[in-house]
């Protein structure tokens, strides 16, 4: 059977944003608001 | 749990963000969340970079998804993808309008701007191996000695020292040489290390 002489990548595991990356995302769509006014669009950030 | 959330496809978790369940987006990062990482990664081979990078496609991702705008029901991934890679476009013109300084290559900057200034420990070696010529200049003879400080500690030329002293410069330069002889004899007579 053939050896397998290269490294298993580890790279592609921690190939991932940080926990805080993706709190953040949550936290901003949670925040962020659309409201809608004679056919316009605002955007509000309501923490 | 994670059956289920395999189960619901991309566009339904989509539709459901849009109509405001919140917890859809959580899923859709989820699960797209290392390939669009790697995607950005393997184009800019920096971490910090490809946090940012990342952060701005997802921002990007919301805004688009509560303004109403997204019209590309069922391909979703792809679409996150060309906003992410449009950004890496972006991080790339701004690098070349602005080149940052890359410090990872063989030449180092600080081997250039290097602090010159001691710190605490040779501080401390320096102003004792001051201390000890101070200590062996005492040593000296006194015509020597006078010599010495003059020209040393008082940065006096040997002119200026043969007409404070009233000697010629010829004696001066000699009393000088003498000073130095002898200072080299005590040191090596005694094993004195004066270096920092």
């Known amino acids: ?47 | 749990m994670i059956m289920r959330k395999e189960l619901i496809s991309d566009a339904v978790l989509v539709s459901d963000y849009i109509d405001g369940n919140e917890k859809s987006l959580a899923v859709l990062i989820e699960r797209h969340k290392q390939k669009v990482y790697s995607f950005i990664y393997s184009k800019v081979y920096d971490r910090d970079v490809t946090e940012d990078v990342f952060q701005d496609t997802f921002i990007k991702v919301i805004k688009t998804l509560k303004l109403g705008k997204y019209n590309e029901e069922g391909k979703f991934l792809p679409w996150v993808m060309r906003i992410a890679h449009n950004l890496v476009i972006d991080h790339f013109r701004k690098n070349n309008r602005m080149p940052k300084f890359d410090n990872s290559t063989e030449f180092n900057i600080f081997s250039v701007i290097s602090d010159s200034s001691l710190n605490a420990e040779k501080r401390i070696i320096k102003e004792q191996v001051e201390d000890d010529v101070r200590r062996l200049i005492e040593e000296l003879p006194d015509d020597q000695k006078q010599v010495l400080v003059m020209r040393m500690y008082k940065d006096m030329s040997f002119k200026e020292i043969s007409e404070l002293t009233g000697v010629s410069i010829n004696t001066a330069l000699g009393r000088m040489r003498y000073a130095l002889i002898n200072l080299r004899k005590v040191i090596d007579k005694h094993n004195i290390v004066l270096t920092n």
């Open chain 1, 1 to 47: 059977m053939a050896k397998l002489y290269s490294k298993e990548l580890k790279h592609s595991e921690t190939l991932k944003p940080t926990e805080e990356t993706v709190k953040f995302l949550l936290s901003y769509s949670q925040a962020l608001s659309v409201i809608n006014c004679n056919k316009l669009k605002f955007e509000a950030l309501l923490n």
